[in-house]
């Protein structure tokens, strides 16, 4: 079937189920970041491969909304499909929800609309349900893209899962077990505090609650499953054939039972007493597997929208983990070091390009002890591309990099002891623009201010997002991303509750909270330049001038990578920021060179020299 | 009747309509900050005279709920009157709510409490009737201190108001009147976009919408009134004896009906269509009288719970407001320059007092054009006393103020030209501890960096929060009290929607806001430090470096007065904050010295002169 055939296809679906539109999110069931290609079900209706996007099919239209970073992708993949693209970056596009209440509603007397429930969170689907409800249209919950894309369609990856051990995780499954029931037991309001599930579906949950990891995802070692948490036993919900007999010991011994991946349904529907979900995470579907009918003795079961007590204890990393980080930190600081010397010394022996880079490096990282995968996709962009905050070279469509300006590298690494996010932006040659240095400086100042704070216990990451804003704001320069995202341990590089955005969040910081420090500056056409670290929150000493009760936090930086200081403009630094430049330029050096061999300790040596005030 | 005699009729009251339990809020109906007499409920059934606290009634006990302000006048003043004090600043002490959802429960089987509606914002009543809904608790609606306090209740104030004109106001009643109706006819989503009103019951934006003043409430120059705004009418409900023939002539060619201020109820039953009110600000009792009973041709009226127009407006001061506040500064800061020099050479050559001093404070004040009253009450705190933030000496209460150690002075004034809010802190003699310069340096520091912050549109107080913060915050130190509020123009010296605080607050900042900026620390029994300036929000130039298509805001400081330098540690401060020091100086001698005499001047030009960087 090709774009066209399979549009007609879903519309003589919707035609039998009395549709006015379908709606195809570019979700799976599990909210995850990076989907398996079983659920890519927005790329191949559309033909369009980006990896963000919406379908809306009507019965005479077909439309496609996608953000700025994929339009020039998208012109290209729709051609010729019917499909109209919709720039959901432009002030004046709709959003899917207004088109389907404005423009859609004028030509229709009564409408419905059909959505696959399992695509769509509790909380998204509500929103949505309530905006339509007032525009008079009705949602149905149906999945009208199973009984047509039968040929070639992905499975859900089979391979096996692995448990992961308690020496890196640094806490037993028993014990996790034992305190989530305690949590959820205190939210139990009836007198039966033992009557009670928990619905688990977000795949990073499920792999740190019962300390197991999988391959099914790129960049996030999770296992496709569902979990449901109750009193008396943990039943996880995956294909059996994931199961080989270490993990089958593993799960018995850790009292979890097993059931199919599909089971989940049923299995939700038998429940009785309080449920909880969090509605954030958890798919309408199995919200509405929920068995909510009254019985002879009052309502069979209370289901409870709460924040996930597993999202919430994640986050914060123990002693273990934290040990963890340090490790991989370490071995990434080298694959760095390594991949740097390289590209100052031998690289442009021959043409490269920024995909050539991407691969190198991924190279370095692959000799690093219990290295496992990349964690995000590489960002390497060279000159303007950098200014791309999304920017994504393949292989194909990828620029010549020279010895000359300035290149953007993020990336990062899943070992088994913990994950790593790092960005560093180098001048390759020639001569430095002046902006260039001071847009390095405001950025790195910024950087900086950030990982050196000191805050009360209570503050959240949106009171302290200006401070790595305000020498930039000074210049009257901004940037659009967040300037820190929660950090998982050989997890999700991406994961929740904590963030440092503009944004309110209400989520204080907490000792042992894993958050990247990542402002930048973007010039289009020129550069872009952006430093990260990855930072963990410790306890501050109290001082001697302390006037309140409050415990303090401050930041411990995990990263170990050295900053190109030939782009800071010295005249912007105060000596507190040298100061900490030196020592952490030492402190790097201390850390990473017992994993290099001479030559490279000596590069490593050179690019953490001490700066002098007024060099 | 003494207290005893109150409660008891009270009781009787609370017997007839079957309540368990009776609350006096301690507010009155237009959720003002400073109150008329007529309705101090609480002060008059406890005999408690501080200015916040919440009267919890039943049959058998009697409890007051205020904070740690008050204990110790609550202490003495409710001392053999059975009323048992509730130190609502205790960690450990239950809220109101709480208190009779608990405690109150198990004595009781079937419950019903009686409150006065006009005495909750529509808001707050709804949170605690869904609260007591959850205990199986009703609410009933009764004024019960109507029928049992007869005698002596002050009547409400019955002074004239007056006119306020559009050459301070800047801008007519009529060009008001049709933007607030604009704006609300944006929002009627019927067929019938002229079938509106709009329910107004807070005093400050009633004064600002129709320009008028008065002398109803202290510190505040309003007046006790609600308002109905319709497409074709505009009706003040106000005491008719208020009412002079000037402002009757005025009020006549604005064409603003004028109703009885008890007739505001009925009025309001009348009405039809939608009914806008700020559930925020707007009273229960004005909710209950609109008539929500369905009629033949669907329901009578809608009503709709907006954030209040006026509010939005009225805090975006115009050009006229601005320069007004502008000239009132120049008053203050005279004002404060004859303060500060009688306090240097005069004052100690007899014994003073807290008390003696905001008297003196206010006969310099007083002597300003278009001086009306002061804004707030006085907070001369000496030494120790100026550690405890909301402390209010009296003429009977208050410290001896020797010719030594730290005064922290925080006063304003209502000038016609507008309202003005500062507070400085300054060191009377003797040797200054180093802690105390360390303190005053870093709230000094915090206060420069946010009055001199540059911001993209669309930033919100929050987020500039720790940027007054940052300093003290690396020295282990921080402060309890919000960092700016929200100042009116001859108005409310605090008003919204607008704040620095930490608590997220979804409202931006916009051009001709006015905050304060007032950091401090405060060390028990020591001293207490505070600086604040009233700022205001002004477009800040586009700068060549700038990379994005943000409008870039900063702020204009208002207040003119100098700093007490001889407090500063000079080893702390960079040298742009010494120039910004210098530049404000400069401009503070300007600016007030044509108002003052030549002695004045002298004074002045000493406390004004430049610091140098090392000094």
Redesign the interface.
Known sequence: MNVKERLAALRAQMHEQGLAAYVVPGNDPHASEYMASHWCEMQWLSGFNGESGTMVVTLDRALLWTDSRYYLQAGIELKDSTIELMRESDIDCPSVAEWLCGELRITNDELRIGVNPEMFSVNDFKEWKEKFAEAGIGVKSVDLIKPIWTEGRPAIPSDKLYPYSADFAGETVESKLARMRESLESKVESQKSKDYALIVSALDEIAWLLNIRGYDVEYNPVVISYVVLEADKCTLFVNPEKIDSAAQNYLDFNNINVQPYEAVFEYIHGLRGTIFYDGAKVNEALYEAIDKGPSDQGPRTKAKNIQSPILVDKAKKNAVELEGERIAMRQDGAALTRFFKWLEEEAFQQPRTEWDLMEKLHEFRAMGENFVEESFGTIAGYQGNGAIVHYAATKEHCAEVKKEGMLLLDSGGQYLDGTTDITRTVWLGGRIPQ?AK??YTYVLKGHI?LQT????RG??G??????AK?YM????????HGTGHGVGHFLGCHEGPQNVR?D?N?TPLEVGHIISDEPG????GQWGIRTENLITVIP????K????E?E?LTFETLTLCFYDTSLIEMNLM?EDEIDWLNAYHVRVYKEVSPLLNEEERKFLARKCAALEVGE
Chains 1, 2 share one sequence.
Request: aromatic letters at 12%; charged letters at 15%.
């Open positions: 902006q001071l847009d201010a704070a000191r805050f009360p503050t959240r949106n009171q302290l997002d200006a401070l305000q704001w000074q210049a009257g320069i901004t940037f659009g503009t309110n209400p500056i973007y010039r289009t501050a000493k109290q001082t001038a302390t006037t309140t409050d303090w105060t």
